[in-house]
């Protein structure tokens, strides 16, 4: 519930800590905050599309939220738009089955498409354990796959007990990713339905993505809302230089190939782009493709504007009305925030000391980007998987709190969002003190973090293929 006139959030179903704080749904919307209670005053109901931390995953995400202004308030509900996703993939499975019945429902789904989907369908017989259908790999059917990792987590009887009911639970499990081959979180959908098993999810690597493209398409409406006199341009273009880790958009011109409009750095207004200049694909090749699919991915790097530093950067490019619409991720900046979000995720599912005794296990080689678990009341490393000595001193967090005081970062992570900081400290690795870029967020009172150092940085030789 939010406070129609102050825009201040007065009631929150899920995180206390946000009553009283200025509302943020509109942050990342295509829309101002200005436009929105106009609008709400004129029809008293809106549709909004955003990206907010999803407490769930403990990232942020797409969320779609209708809102209704009565008596002076605004009451609010929404639903997260990947989570939506797999839900519809699943119940429309179910139905499919109910309308074909059993054989041929399960030949349908078993049909495996040209390239692997991360959100892909999967039927499990619980009796078993073992696979009955699986539109990514044929070769896993009759195997125990998403199955074996699911029931590491929870036992198969309270799978079946939570579902049996007719309603369906949320389970996050680390697995393959068919798309990208790595390990990942997965967050994934199950129902049951004839005494089988459906399940669809989606991995950690499917967040940002998503979150991307409604910054392209947000920027579009943006434009398309202000093309007169090129006012869109200001819109998009901030007039001074800002640091950010949002997703900020920017606009190319697709014929002479020079940035129009850019939600970050003004002075590349004008210039000739960049953007691709370290990728493993052309100029020419891009261009071709945007107009073949109207859209395309890429990989490159480019300057960080919150780092300081050259990063890798993976984009989604759209074309429309001659420009090309443009907003991506720092790859690294998302790798921490996901490994971080894991470990979270286990404090979840097998509680505090079991948790942060798996912290705890040093790995034969050091390695920079290790978490660290600090009790902010007193500053002392609970938990931390670099250097046992560590624990019980004041490592990491004292050089974090020589930049910035305890108080300002519990109130920018304890409305349940994260928050970056930047500070000097000893790389585990090279021996040598260098800035480090650091994610934190607050989990049960505890303060998680996780960072890298600049000697971390891919070059532009390292960019994948």
Known sequence: MINATSWTRLADGVVPARVGQPETILDTSGRSVDDVPAELRENGRIWLTYTFHNPATGVEQLKRTYLQLHDGLV?????????????????????????????????????????????????????????LAQSVNPNLIGQVADWGAITEVLATQDIIDAISRGTGTWVAYNHINPVTSNEETKRTWLVMHDG????????????????????????????????A??????????????????????????????????????????????????????????????EARGSVWVTYTFHNPAAGVEQIKRSYLQLHDGLVF????????????????????EYERDGRTSALASVDIIPDEPFTTYLFVVDPQ????????????????????????????????????????????????????????????????????????????????????????
Not at 243 to 264: C, E, K, M, Q
Not at 329 to 343: I, K, P, R, W
Not at 417 to 425: M, Q, R
């Open 326 to 345: 443009g907003s991506g991720y720092y790859t690294l900046d998302y790798q921490v925030q996901s490994a971080l979000q894991g470990h979270i995720l």
């Open 75 to 131: 009451f609010g509900s929404g639903y997260y738009i990947l989570d939506s996703q797999v839900q519809a993939v699943t119940f429309s499975s179910v139905l499919q089955y109910e309308d074909k019945g059993k054989d041929a429902a399960i030949a349908a789904f078993d049909a495996t498409p040209d390239e692997p989907l991360a959100t892909y369908l999967f039927v499990v017989d619980p009796q078993t354990g073992t696979t």
């Open 378 to 465: 007193t500053g002392t490393t609970l938990a931390q998987n670099v250097n046992p000595n560590l624990i019980g001193q004041v490592a990491d967090w004292g050089a974090i709190t020589e930049v910035l005081a305890t108080q300002d970062i519990i109130d920018a992570i304890s409305r349940g969002t994260g928050t970056w900081v930047a500070y000097n400290h000893i790389n585990p690795v090279t021996s040598n003190e260098e800035t480090k870029r650091t994610w934190l967020v607050m989990h049960d009172g505890l303060i998680f973090g996780s960072g890298y150092y600049v000697s971390d940085i891919l070059a532009p030789a390292d960019l994948p293929p």
């Open 196 to 227: 089988l098993i459906f399940g669809s999810g989606y991995y950690s690597s499917n967040i940002p993505e998503s979150d991307v493209i409604f910054a392209v398409s947000s920027t579009i409406r943006t434009y398309e809302s202000n093309r």
């Open 229 to 290: 006199d090129d006012a869109w341009i200001d819109v998009i273009t901030f007039d001074e230089p800002i640091t950010t880790d949002a997703l900020y958009p920017f606009v190319i011109n697709a014929t002479s190939w020079t940035r129009l409009a850019d939600g970050v750095v003004p002075a590349r207004v004008g210039q000739p782009e960049t953007i691709l200049d370290t990728s493993s694909r052309s100029v020419t090749d891009v261009l071709d493709e945007l």
